[in-house]
């Protein structure tokens, strides 16, 4: 019997809706932050990744599927989206049609692993890149839409998102030297491979999983104390940023990512109950690497979603309506301001319906059936409070009241983060 190839997985038909709702998902936010999607094939010149990832990298030194075609090339698949859809950019002149460029693509990536829990030879990834903006504001509100798919998937509770900042090519170099000085007097803790990437990229040392590395490190220079004025201040904005969009976010200054290319903002969002393999998403700015890749010298940011690791702490999806039911008392006056509450909904642009005249129960089944997630209940009480109660309809989460005019606000974020239960 042939079997598959180890660390490559068939997608069943049972566990395919998930995949879908996934994908819908991400299709759904991403176009609200105003992303466009982008194919890129699986396989590319090996050169590509040699120049866009770094030959001193893992994915490229031990991982990459690489082999030579029956015309004498030598081709890859795919370790990793951004070289390629970098190389789309280019080679089609996009940002020549417009100097802001945001795309999105999903699909599989292929990497020579050691197969366990959470990590496989073929993956699939959620990937977006943002050509064209330099500023700090970019980098938030991308770290924003990466925060926005991975709360509505899997709840905020879940996850914990991590940043730094990695200089520029102004200030890293003093930082690099710094690191090089405290990595040599350490040398003998460090593994084989450390102790050849002190010399070629010392940073990668800081991101070790070897025990003695990580012990080694742990009096290591912080890259923050070395950032030049300009790092300093982007890095500034970007977390001000973050927390005026509400993002959940913890400063690591020991964050550095596999790949050479970033600079500046980095970032990565764990998620508990994945052991060891926790990280469901990494990313950051990367200055430099579109005119690495001849391209024009553009800045970008982007970032990359495992889907497996977010699968499989998924529960079931629900088909849910994006919207809410409004449960009124069956009394003229409530009624009425029912109807003034729905219709603030369907301006907002939230899906909003109600069942007039029916017993509260009735009311209750009919939301429950239709697949709103979100109940608004409206009674003589609610009104002479200038309030309403609004109840998930799926947990345990109680009921609450919630003022009448913050109302708005709320729901638009409930729904946002409806997937939390799920
Ligand atoms: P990277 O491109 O290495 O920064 O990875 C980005 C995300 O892709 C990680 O946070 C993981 O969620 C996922 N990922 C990377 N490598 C694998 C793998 N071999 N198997 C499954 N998921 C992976």
Known sequence: MINAIRGMNDILPDEAAKWRFVEDTTRRIFSLYGFSELRPPLMERTELFLRGIGDDTDVVEKQMYTFTDKSGDSVSLRPEATACVLR?????????????????????????????????????????????????????????????????????????MEVNSLGCKACRPAFKEALQQFLASRQDSLCEDCRRRMHTNPLRVLDCKVPTCKEAVEGAPFIEDHLCDDCRAHYGTVLAGLSTLGVRYEKNPRLVRGLDYYTRTTFEITAAGLGSQNAIVGGGRYDDLLSTLDGPPVGGIGFAFGMERMIMLMGEPRELIEGCFVVAQAEPRVEQEALGVISELRSAGIRAEAAFGKSFKAQMRRADKAGYPICVIMGENEINSSTLSVKVMSGHVPQRTIGRKAVLDEIKSMLVHKGENA
């Open 88 to 160: 789309a950019v280019i080679e089609h002149g996009l940002l020549n049609k417009d100097p802001i460029v945001k795309l999105y693509s999903i699909g599989p990536m292929f990497r020579y692993e050691r197969p366990q829990k959470g990590r496989y030879r073929q993956f699939h990834q959620i990937n977006a890149e943002r050509l064209g903006e330099d500023g700090p504001l970019a980098d938030a509100e991308t770290l924003a839409m990466a925060y926005d798919l991975a709360s509505s998937l899997l709840g905020r509770e879940a996850l914990l």
